[in-house]
């Protein structure tokens, strides 16, 4: 007998519920236009962490659009 459910889906990787999946994006999103915009010359960290909220907020926006 079976320890899973009938109906999980296991195919070798977990099931990430959409709202952690959404979190991450977001999060890596401000992340990596921080880190890009730090790496690309930006004067100094406000002016790289300003390009990272730019990036969460479009973000933002596709993952409410998404849904």
Known sequence: MSALPRDAHWRGRPR???????????????????????????????TALAFGQIALAACVVYVLLRR
């Open 16 to 46: 990430w519920p959409g709202w952690t999946l959404d979190l991450l994006l977001i999060v890596g999103s401000f992340v990596l236009g921080s880190a890009l915009a730090g790496a690309l010359g930006a004067v100094n960290l406000g």
